[in-house]
């Protein structure tokens, strides 16, 4: 993205070296001054190949392409419009079984207290350098320690990471912030405003403006996919990486294709491909459906308190409160079909055994893309999806044996 330090290109890729023209080279020993002025065009250059052939060579790769993706974004839209009858009786259920909530979601005037629980650390905002956004976050930690951020899932906030806030804040300078579009972070309207190479140009700029040169990336869910992406076209900035329950996009793509499971574990993200029909219906009932994701005997935090429960609703109720997060799946489908990508980071992955929306089988796929002796994986058992909740000590064990090194 426009604005970001160093030599960063646009797309948020690795800059290539410019291509060099050809040089006509003279044999050893020989004078230059007998060599003709036009002797440089001998020297064939594809930079003078016509347009048009160029543009006949590539058509019908450009065709294929154009046509793989016409059927893709056919396929997700008839997904989309079966996700939609299906969560609108959900939703509709809902309304009728308790209807003096009525269809719409009421709006929290007043923050639960646990929201500004000191021990947790201290609420700042961040001004960021490419955008111009400010992103909420809360830290804890001296300054001078390694920087450990974290990057929450959906639907998440800062408020997911309370547990390893107060765990890593005597050994490192602990930093959960809310990505664009969540919490207190400004979350613009825009589809395109939530793009990857502008939230990875977050995560950058996040580090550069705490005043660090690396950090420790620790992950869940979405904030797992940015992590994966930022860790390939930002290294330098990234020492290590705990990721949970989260595989890379270039990974969820290939074993989607392949384990059409995968796809019905996560039919909600087809729903959130439409426009206002997923904040009207995750809305509806006071919230309902979100009330189950958090609370679900199985697929939810086990333990989770009502005042909790209030601290994610919070911000997820307040108006526009759910666009900004739902932004990021509608950008999901924007760059397929995914190159392949090899992993080099040092990385630990945490998986639930019973993950109702991820399938184990996606840990073994993503361990085929890594390079030898750069990932360390685990899958608890029992665990489901909230690992950082709903299994902070198990976590917390396998971390600071992970970072044990860096702390000697």
Not at 98 to 103: A, D, L, S, V
Not at 131 to 137: A, D, Q, W
Not at 263 to 280: D, I
Not at 293 to 315: Q, S
Request: glycine share 8%; proline share 8%; with cysteine.
């Amino acid at each position: 993205p426009d604005g970001t330090e160093g030599t960063q290109t646009k797309g948020g890729g690795i800059p290539h070296p410019d291509p060099v023209s050809p040089l006509l080279r003279t044999p050893p020993g020989r004078s230059t001054d007998h060599i003709p002025d036009n002797s440089a065009t001998a020297v064939p250059s594809r930079g003078n190949m016509p347009e048009l052939v160029v543009t006949a060579l590539l058509a019908p790769s450009r065709l294929s392409l154009k046509l793989l993706r016409a059927f893709m974004w056919s396929l997700v839209f008839s997904a989309a419009l079966v996700a939609a009858a299906v969560y609108g009786c959900i939703a509709l259920a809902h309304v009728l079984c308790r209807p003096r909530r009525g269809c719409c979601g009421r709006p929290r005037r007043t923050p639960p207290a646990c929201l500004s629980d000191p021990t947790l650390g201290e609420h700042g905002f961040l001004t960021l350098r490419s955008s111009g956004l400010r992103l909420h976050y809360v830290s804890a930690g001296c300054g001078n320690r390694p920087l450990m951020l974290f990057l929450h899932g959906f639907p998440e906030t800062w408020f997911s990471w309370r547990y390893q806030l107060r765990e890593f804040q005597s050994r490192f300078h602990v930093v959960a912030v809310d990505l664009r579009g969540y919490g207190s972070s400004d979350a613009p309207q825009n589809v395109d405003c939530y793009t990857v190479d502008l939230l990875m140009a977050d995560i950058q700029d996040v580090i550069l403006g705490l005043g660090y040169s690396k950090s420790i990336l620790v992950a869940h869910d979405w904030g797992a996919a940015l992590a994966w992406n930022f860790s390939i076209y930002y290294p330098s900035l990234v020492e290590r990486m705990v990721v949970v329950s989260g595989p890379p996009m270039s990974v969820y793509q290939d074993y989607s294709m392949h384990h059409i499971s995968q796809l019905f574990r996560s039919n909600y993200m087809f729903l959130f491909q439409l426009p206002w029909l997923p904040e009207k219906l995750l809305s509806m009932s006071d919230f309902q459906i979100l009330k189950n994701t958090f609370t679900h005997r199985k697929k939810g935090i086990p333990c989770l308190t009502a005042n909790e429960l209030e601290a994610f609703l919070y911000d997820f109720s307040q108006p526009g409160g759910l666009t900004g997060p739902l932004n990021y799946y509608r950008n999901i489908f924007r760059n397929f079909p995914l190159e392949p990508q090899e992993l080099a980071t040092p990385t630990l992955l945490l998986w639930g055994e019973k993950d109702q929306y991820l399938e184990k089988g996606l840990v073994e796929a993503i361990s085929s893309r890594f390079v030898p002796g750069r990932l360390e994986t685990h899958i608890l058992p029992g665990a489901g999806h909230w690992i950082p909740q709903s299994n902070p000590q198990e976590m917390h064990q396998y971390m600071w044996a992970f970072l044990q090194n860096l702390l000697d």
